[in-house]
Structures are given as C-alpha cells and as structure tokens.
C-alpha cells in the first residue's frame, strides 16, 4: 500500500491566490483527517469526514478555508485567497473510521509558503 | 478532552532503552493512549495505543499504570533514527451524538535525541 498520499508536497504563492491541496487516503480507509502544523500553534485539526461526509469543521480558521470529499479516495483543502500567516506545513491522515481504537496514518504533508 | 504532561526533551544513548513518560492524571474510563513520533520534516508515525493493559509491538512496548493516571513508551533499543518529537496522546472514544469526538489532540511532545 503507498499510505496517504499528498500533493504538491511543496507550494509556493503570492498573497490573494487560491490554493488547493489534495489528499488521496488510504484505500478502504472510510476516515479522513486534515492538520495544520506550524512553529507556534504545533498539530492542529482542521476538519475530519467520515465516509465523505464533513463531521467536525470547528478547527477550520475562517471562511477562507474549504474542504471537500467527494468520493472515497479523494479530498481536497481549498484557501481562498491566500494569506502569509496560512504558511504550514498541511496533513492528512486517514483511518479505518473514527472510533478511538483505529488508529490514523499520515501523509507525508504539504509544506505551503504563502508571500 | 484529558490532558497530558510530557517532558520537553530527553536524551538516551544508542542501544540503550529510552523510557519516555506521560502523565495523564484526568483520564476518563474510555479514553485510550497513543503515541506519535514525528521525525523532522516527516508526518506523524503512529507507534502504539492502548487503553488498559500494556501493549508491544515491532516498535515499541507501552507501560501503562493500573490506575491509568501515567504510561511510558519503551523503545528497547533505541538508534539514532528514533531521534524524533514523541507524542503521548489521550484520545476519547467516538460518541455519534457530539463533535467533540475521536480527535488526536497533539500537545508539545518530548524530543528525543539519540546519541551515539
């Protein structure tokens, strides 16, 4: 099995473009994470769904934010328009489901630089 | 959400056991314990989790207390590819009826820096 795949693994923009990040889970995997890491604030979720449907959206920053799963083997996070301070590196994970015993597996992350 | 206390680094030498602690003095009856690594640059490795009894695998063995308030994560012989940041997570159950539910919630972890 490849695991989570992600992609660009690098992306570099200017302030007030859009930018789409892309997630492939882990096939058969019906859970699926997005994280924001940063110096600061560490580890942060920002959104999971459940067999494509978003369940909690409460770490989403702001409207800017937007994410989608429209079929069981992709996602993707949308930030539009783009600021300097949304600079992270960006995860996703994926599991099983979302019970407690399932553990999650971690894409090897996009590093976004805004300027 | 329970939450952990974890030392902000820890050294071990190369081939020797690292014991790395976490207390977790409010966890609830159904909350498990995880541990992460992130090596630098890399997404979070999943190494172990556990809810009463201890647990081993490949990578590690976890140590938890009989009134479940601290673990510790037993690497046996660390090398110097385990240098990485360690998280010890406290993870609720899933409950359909709240939001709040299933989450990782990464605290600051420990550094551990294996020497040769």
């Known amino acids: 099995d490849a695991g989570v795949i992600q992609s660009p693994r690098h992306e570099v923009t200017e302030m007030g473009q859009e930018v789409t990040l892309r997630c492939k889970p882990i096939?058969?995997?019906?859970?699926l994470f997005w994280y924001r890491q940063t110096m600061m604030r560490g580890l942060e979720l920002l959104i999971y769904?459940?067999?494509?449907?978003?369940?909690?959206d409460s770490g989403m920053p702001e409207d800017r934010f937007s994410a989608k799963m429209p079929n069981a083997s992709f996602s993707t996070l949308k930030i539009q328009p783009s600021e300097p301070r949304d600079s992270a590196v960006y995860f996703c994970?994926?599991?099983?489901?979302?019970?407690?015993?399932?553990?999650?597996?971690f894409g090897p992350g996009t590093r976004l630089t805004v300027l | 959400d329970a939450k952990t206390t974890q030392p902000p680094s820890m050294d071990c030498a190369e081939g020797r056991a690292a014991n790395l602690p976490c207390n977790h003095s409010?966890?609830?009856?159904?909350?498990?314990v995880y541990w992460y690594r992130q090596i630098h640059s890399q997404g979070p490795q999943y190494i172990i989790h556990g809810l009463k009894n201890n647990e081993t695998n490949e990578m590690a063995s976890l140590i938890i207390t009989e009134d479940r308030k601290s673990s510790t994560l037993i690497l046996p012989h660390a090398t110097l590819r385990d240098t990485a940041v360690y998280y010890c997570?406290?993870?609720?159950?899933?409950?359909?009826?709240?939001?709040?539910?299933?989450?990782?919630?990464f605290g600051q972890g420990t550094t551990l820096q294996v020497k040769p």
């Open positions: 997570i406290v993870r609720p159950p899933y409950d359909y009826g709240s939001s709040n539910t299933g989450k990782l919630i």
């Open positions: 769904f459940n067999n494509n449907v978003p369940i909690d």
């Open positions: 096939s058969g995997h019906n859970s």
């Open positions: 994970a994926s599991s099983l489901s979302s019970e407690a015993y399932n553990e999650q597996f």
């Open positions: 409010t966890i609830s009856g159904n909350e498990y």
